[in-house]
């Protein structure tokens, strides 16, 4: 079985995927004159001010923090030691490159998401790739949009939202206190079903409190570790750069790796991570209160800079500076011994709680999606059934093989990529669009403020 799955990842995840998530994010950023660069300033700020003044389910931070509670997980801390260990330094490089392009990616997703959005049965607004690719591309694309859904539910119930989080904590939590993966499978079974039965705006309010919590925490110890291994950094971000191109030669219990190798490893890792192009994060930016789709795409942009630009690259940093990378160890117990090495009394700890914050929020965050494109495909009538069985199936990511989960979880989130990057490629007229309008107006507004200032300066003036 695991040779099988290897084979179906190695086509799945083959030169015409890479083509189409980097292409897609190529074209989009020429087409908004590299919007990821010259608007981010204006994206960080819009998290906190944006106006929610639009209908919708949740704000727009509840919104990102809910996007984040599922792109923040084991891929930041997991995901990045396999991709480093399978690909070596130069894996580090393809992330940085896949998010940067991804940056924009995500943006037309979260415009694409607000701007078709609807409302299901319930009176809950229903959105995602699945709405715009119908209602954008035409009825005729319908099986596309039906693929995604199907693609959508095998990720939520296979791949990114059980299997890979909860093995994760599970198997942490046995290296750290050495509780049996059993009793950690029934407690998360437990937290699992008392958050997620609420629904999403439940979810919403718990990814509200820990995802900055957690991100915070995470951030401040990592950048401590290479506080430590600061005269290290130089040259581990040259090796980085110089193992992108080149091949990695063995070392200790790293076995080599070729350029192709740490291509793959970098971008499935970091797609993994971040999620930009699999269209998994405009389900929930869809339900987000705001009547301009270009404001929420700014939002949702900000997602993928967080999770890979910042934290990924903060883990990756950590794994190279230490070391650990070229030893025995792979995944959780890499990033453990690369904290140990500086915090050797609560190191482990840190990362425990780190890890364990991330994937449980990632877990209910991607319930939500799973549900969303359960409702489109079967109604609002399967929206409870699928709540249970989403549940009944986090005990068993216990019981599976690391790497066999991780090849299971990058085919099902290369196979929802497809449907997704023709869709933003067919609208990114109407992205563009958009955004012109969108800017159009903001940048009258400023001037009209602008005006008005000094108009009122004047007269200040006269008056003195």
């Known amino acids: 079985m695991y040779e099988f799955l290897t084979t179906v990842n190695t086509l799945v995840w083959g030169p015409p995927l890479m083509l189409l998530l980097i292409g897609t994010g190529v074209l989009l950023t020429l087409r908004l004159g590299l919007l990821q660069i010259t608007r981010l300033p204006k994206a960080l700020a819009l998290i906190f001010t944006a106006r929610n003044a639009g209908h919708g389910d949740v704000n727009s931070f509840q919104a990102l923090c809910t996007a984040l509670a599922a792109t923040v997980g084991t891929g930041n801390i997991v995901g990045v030691a396999t991709a480093v260990k399978a690909g070596g330094p130069g894996a580090l490089f393809w992330m940085w490159l896949a998010a940067f392009f991804g940056m924009a990616t995500k943006y037309a997703e979260g415009v694409l998401a607000v701007k078709y959005r609807s409302v299901d049965a319930n009176g809950n607004i229903s959105g995602g ?30 791949g990114s939202g059980t299997f890979t989080q909860v093995n994760a904590i599970a198997s942490i939590t046995t290296v750290t206190f050495g509780i049996p993966a059993l009793y950690t499978g029934i407690l998360l079974t437990v937290l699992v079903g008392f958050v997620t039965i609420g629904g ?63 291509m793959r490893t970098g ?33 949702s942009m900000t997602g993928t800079f967080i999770d890979t630009i910042i934290i990924c690259t903060l883990t990756g940093l950590a794994l190279i500076v230490s070391g650990v ?95 997704n990057l023709v869709a933003l490629l067919g609208l990114s007229g109407v992205v563009v669009a958009e955004t012109k309008r969108y800017f159009s107006y903001w940048d009258k507004v400023h001037c009209r403020k602008q005006r008005f200032k000094e108009i009122k300066n004047s007269a200040t003036a006269y008056d003195n």
């Open 129 to 158: 790739p699945m709405y715009y690719i119908e209602k954008g591309l035409g009825k005729k694309y319908k099986p596309l949009a039906v693929l995604f859904a199907i693609f959508g539910i095998l990720t939520a119930c296979l």
């Open 200 to 262: 999403l705006k439940s979810i919403a309010k718990v990814a509200a409190k820990i995802v900055p919590l957690m991100s915070v925490i995470y951030v401040a110890t990592t950048v401590s570790l290479l506080l430590y291994y600061a005269t290290e950094i130089p040259a581990a971000i040259a090796l980085i750069l110089h193992s992108a191109f080149t091949p990695t030669a063995a070392a200790g219990g790293f076995l080599g790796a070729t350029v192709m190798v740490a």
């Open 267 to 299: 971008v499935a890792r970091g797609i993994f991570s971040n999620e930009a192009g699999l269209g998994s994060a405009p389900i929930v930016a869809a339900a987000a209160k705001t009547k301009w789709p270009a404001e929420q795409g700014l939002i």
């Open 325 to 419: 990378w070229c030893g025995d160890l792979n995944g959780a117990a890499m990033t453990e011994q690369a904290f140990a090495s500086v915090f050797p009394l609560f190191g482990k700890h840190m990362l425990f709680l780190g890890l364990v914050l991330f994937a449980f929020t990632t877990i209910i965050g991607w319930n939500y999606y799973g549900e969303r494109c359960v409702e489109y495909l079967f109604g609002v009538r399967a929206i409870l059934p699928y709540r249970y069985l989403f549940i009944l199936l986090i005990a068993s990511g216990t019981f599976l093989k690391l790497e066999t989960i991780w090849i299971l979880a990058d085919i099902v989130n290369g196979l929802m990529a497809f449907p």
